[in-house]
């Protein structure tokens, strides 16, 4: 995000994200917490994850303002059934592109350049595909076998993917609470910027978000193993 001192002009991560791809679905989790470009941290939250499931289809955005612009417009071709399954990543290519043309048209500015790290992750049940794109005029994308980042990509908690994310085929299930765990420490080492949590399931047998209940568990799970943890790194024998 971007914040005025002294007239100088600092960036900050306004979100954190992980999708992970298992050998039956696809897994992404993401932070709720809204925070203005200007330096403004809001109480507020909102979903940053939308599932379609009529196209099997789950798109998580990465928090800048140009990325919410490109979801809006994502589900606006979804709605209207504009959308083709074997074309989809140059659509969304296209997509990126229309939304930093209505922010921005051909303005650079030290605004426009940090929204330029703005990402969208789109994950599709068939074939179990999942993508990253950049949203940005020169839009362009990257297809993942494994797991994608998005914000907060310096946050320590990134620790748990890179060590936990395993080497072999792993039903999504077992990834899931690997993808709340690091979502959640994420908030935990950057609390005025990440906090909250919604997951989302992408496979065969269903394209939905965890309830609430769930979400609760989930939570109630992380606290669990990161106090002991702490407990255990701090043992007096």
């Not at 930093?100 to 599709?124: D, N």
């Not at 076998?145 to 936990?164: Q, S």
Request: glycine letters at 6%; charged letters at 30%; a neutral charge.
């Amino acid at each position: 995000m971007l914040e005025f001192r002294r007239g100088l002009m600092e960036t900050k991560p306004l979100t954190f994200q992980v999708a992970l791809r298992a050998a039956d679905g696809i897994v992404i989790a993401s932070d709720t917490k809204i925070v203005t470009y200007d330096g403004i941290r809001s109480s507020s939250h909102a979903s940053k994850i939308e599932v379609y499931p009529e196209y099997g289809l789950v798109c998580a955005w990465s928090g800048k303002d140009i990325a919410k612009t490109a979801a809006n417009i994502f589900r606006e071709r979804v709605t209207a059934t504009k959308l083709h399954l074997d074309t989809i990543e140059i659509e969304v290519e296209q997509i990126c592109r229309e939304a930093w043309e209505k922010h921005f048209g051909e303005e650079h500015t030290p605004y426009s350049r940090v929204q330029a790290r703005a990402k969208l992750i789109l994950a599709c049940r068939d074939r179990l595909r999942l993508w990253q794109f950049d949203v940005r005029p020169d839009s362009t994308y990257l297809s993942v076998d494994d797991k994608v980042i998005a914000g907060d990509l310096g946050n320590a908690a990134v620790f748990f993917l890179e060590r936990y994310y395993p080497k072999t085929p792993t039903p999504v299930q077992r990834l899931t609470f690997l993808a709340a765990h690091t979502t959640l420490l994420a908030g935990r080492l950057n609390p005025e910027y990440v906090d909250g949590l919604e997951v989302a399931l992408c496979s065969e047998r269903e394209i939905r978000k965890l309830s609430q209940t769930k979400i609760g568990e989930l939570r109630r799970r992380s606290r669990f193993y990161d106090e002991l943890c702490e407990g255990s790194i701090f043992f007096k024998a």
